[in-house]
């Protein structure tokens, strides 16, 4: 205004060499100065919005712009975010939700050059306006421009209404350059030029569902449809793709843009902080994935957490996974394959029926069928955490840890018949489904492992590749919850009782004699001896005694849990410690059996449960106790000499097949042994083989078993204070 009309607030502004000595503030100060209109003049120092690009100040000024009326619309498209399915349901609720609730009117202009511009023209006056919806329409009002001598020719000319050709549609350009050239007549005869700005890009985003069927100009195919059914960005696209695409299908369609969406995290360092190249704590990704390969990466990433928490990322992670579970996985599948060529099992046999399997087999069938149901109700919920976590487990305890250990001897003993059959057809079953369910996680080594395992079967049995497999189906038929619970008590006592071999430092190998287990009543008393069999194996005991009354031989002591009762029952707890004091060894197997305790107080009674209370059992001579979840073994660690030349033998076994191992001989080779103990040892180890030579023999393919006093090329073996040398040789 006046003599500073014109100018720049900053010099800044000014092309480089042109700025006035003074800025106008400046100038303006001094003016207000000299007319003593000036109460304090001062230099204010304060944060500024700079250009990313060149760095210097960004001008900011009032300017006219378009806008989308969304505070009409917004309680409707509110109502609408409830029908998503997001994930976390928080984002979608809370943040999302809030920003709808308070949504502004949605600012369409953008002062830019590329992009796409507004269809609006408006005569001068601003009096007459239209907005084009269509090339077609506008190659209408074009012509009605012509025939008014505002346009000469229309530039379209050559474009065909209705052909939606990529060569037809070569035929126009609807860009800033192009159509900011088009005059248009009003009703009135006024000419009227295209408004000036362009639309926010988000606007082109956010009309993706109809723009990818070039609807409405074009039909959407049947198996098309204008609502995506999961769509995935990063949380800060609430404000962004999320909103504008929910706000478009409010506004045009009143539905819903997607049925689902998930919001990622981020991936931080593995102590939460941001990753920079400044802060040097950034993972390469290209070294990561020559290090480790893709798939443990997405494992880890996808089985570390859930996929809309931050995730720390630890590369020491990434080789756990690697190790844990795909090493896991392979070394399953490896067993698998060396006694099946052995066997030539090739997955064509007839299949075992249901009813004629060991209750090994069926057990873990269920518990096959079990994860299918589980893995796919994850998935249908996106929640691929849980599902990837659950694929894990069965691999890792289920399959690897108790299946094959508890099944090693039926693949390589015995003749091939219907339980060797069946042990084949239920690991290599389980297997083949493991592949189908992680495949889309770990598309690279499923895909390699689903090739191993059907690459004898006949070429109608299989696909070409994993990846065009059907995802597997749960058959209810094959679910035992009764087995599986049974098989769960035997997981539970096995961990108990070697729990308690470890905390004495006995070996596995070297067997105990027995293991009380009470029970409280006659169900649990079936259920253990269903299972007593595979305990016995898995822990090396000869007996398992279960005592329907155990009060004479151990003794419980129990203890209010604090960190239960405390929250709930805060000024209480004295009189409940002691109440709990006065619990007799009856009440505490009532507490056991029942999973609760009506506990009587001064004033009042309270019903507890077993979770509030902290019951041990005491240890007795000889024997160690442990208690778990309402469960207590007692083992007997007494080892007499029959115990102790059996766990010898076993060692020896250990040995001599690590011996094979290493000496590359095939699992069908046959034998001969020579032990040259050391004097110290001679007699506990001689006395030891002639006990267990049988037992010896069979395990290791041996015919001869020999004693010397020295071998050469030997193999000094050390173990339980015993030593000695031993030589194996294959015979021809």
């Keep these: ?55 210097k100040p960004v001008l900011y000024y009032p300017m006219d712009s378009w806008f989308i009326k969304i505070s009409q619309v917004r309680d409707r498209l509110y109502e609408l975010n409830q029908t998503i399915n997001w994930k976390p349901k928080a984002t979608g609720e809370g943040r999302f939700g809030n920003w709808l609730q308070n949504a502004n009117d949605w600012n369409l202009s953008r002062s830019r050059f590329w992009g796409i511009p507004l269809p609006i023209w408006r005569t001068e006056d601003k009096t007459e306006e239209i907005i084009i919806g269509s090339v077609e329409e506008l190659m209408a009002e074009i012509d009605k421009s012509v025939a008014q001598g505002l346009m000469t020719e229309n530039p379209f000319a050559g474009f065909v209404v209705g052909d939606m050709s990529e060569a037809n549609y070569d035929k126009i350009d609807l860009h800033k350059n192009v159509v900011d050239k088009i005059i248009l007549v009003s009703p009135k005869g006024q000419p009227m030029r295209r408004e000036a700005d362009l639309i926010d890009v988000w606007f082109d985003s956010g009309s993706m569902p109809v723009a990818q069927w070039h609807y409405p100009f074009e039909e959407v195919p049947d198996h098309g449809s204008l609502t995506a059914d999961f769509i995935a960005e990063g949380v800060d696209q609430t404000r962004g793709w999320f909103y504008t695409l929910h706000a478009i299908a409010g506004l045009v369609f009143d539905h819903v843009a ?63 996974v690697r190790r844990k579970f795909f090493g896991t996985l392979y070394n399953t599948y490896s067993f698998f394959a060396l006694y099946a060529n052995l066997d030539n099992f090739t997955g064509n046999e007839p299949q075992v029926p249901l009813q004629e399997r060991s209750e090994l087999d069926r057990w873990i069938l269920s518990e096959l069928h079990t994860l299918i149901k589980n893995v796919n109700t994850s998935l249908d919920g996106y929640d691929a955490t849980k599902a990837t976590r659950d694929i894990q487990y069965f691999v890792n305890e289920h399959l ?47 895909e390699q492992l689903y090739r191993d395992l059907t690459a004898t079967l006949d070429d109608k049995a299989k696909k070409e590749s994993v990846h065009l497999e059907d995802f597997p189906v749960y058959d209810e038929q094959f679910i035992d919850k009764a087995l599986e619970y049974k098989m769960e008590k035997a997981q539970l006592i096995s961990s108990m009782t070697l729990s308690l071999r470890q905390l004495e430092k006995i070996k596995v190998r070297q067997p105990l004699q027995r293991l009380m287990i009470p029970v409280h009543n006659q169900a649990e008393r079936e259920e253990i001896q269903a299972v007593a069999a595979l305990i016995k194996a898995e822990v090396n005991v000869k007996d398992i005694e279960l005592l329907d009354d155990a009060s004479g031989i151990l003794v419980k002591t129990v203890k209010p849990n604090f960190k239960t009762l405390g929250p709930k029952y805060g000024k209480d707890m004295k009189a409940i410690s002691g109440a709990v004091g006065q619990m007799s060894q009856q009440d505490i197997a009532g507490l056991e059996q029942n999973g609760s305790f009506e506990l009587a107080l001064p004033d009042k009674t309270l019903t507890l449960t077993i979770d509030d209370f902290d019951i041990r059992t005491k240890d007795i001579e000889g024997w160690k106790v442990a208690h778990e979840n309402g469960l207590t073994v007692a083992l007997d660690i007494n080892i007499n000499d029959e115990l102790r030349h059996e766990g010898i033998a076993r060692e020896l ?80």
């Design 400 to 446: 690897s840890n108790w299946f094959v250990r508890l099944s090693r001897r039926r693949f390589w003993k015995g003749e091939y018949g219907t339980d060797k059959v069946s042990a084949y057809q239920t690991l290599y079953t389980c297997l083949l489904t493991v592949a189908k369910m992680g495949a889309p996680v770990a598309p690279f080594f499923m």
């Design 258 to 320: 997607y049925k689902n969406v998930l919001s990622n995290g981020l991936v931080l360092d593995k102590f939460g902080k941001k990753m920079s190249k400044r802060l040097g704590n950034a993972v390469d990704p290209f070294k990561t994935l020559d290090d480790y390969g893709p798939d443990p990466i997405r494992w880890y990433m996808i089985a570390n957490t859930n996929p809309w928490d931050n995730l720390k990322f630890d590369i020491e992670g990434v080789g756990e």
């Design 1 to 55: 205004m006046g003599p500073y009309a014109g100018r720049y607030v900053k010099n800044e502004y000014y092309a480089k060499g042109e700025a006035p000595e003074k800025s106008v503030d400046i100038d303006i100060s001094i003016q207000l100065k000299y007319e003593n209109k000036a109460f304090h003049v001062e230099k204010h120092v304060h944060n500024y919005p700079h250009c990313w690009r060149t760095d």
């Design 653 to 732: 076994v250990n040995r001599i097949q690590n011996l094979r191992k290493d000496s590359g001989f095939e699992v069908t080779d046959r034998i001969e042994v020579t032990f040259a103990p050391e004097q110290n040892s001679k007699e506990l180890i001689e006395e030891a083989v002639k006990n267990n030579q049988q037992y010896i023999e069979t395990e290791t393919l041996t015919d001869t078993i020999n004693f010397d006093a020295k071998v050469n090329d030997g193999t000094e073996i050390v173990f339980d204070n015993l030593s000695l040398n031993i030589k194996i040789v294959k015979i021809s």
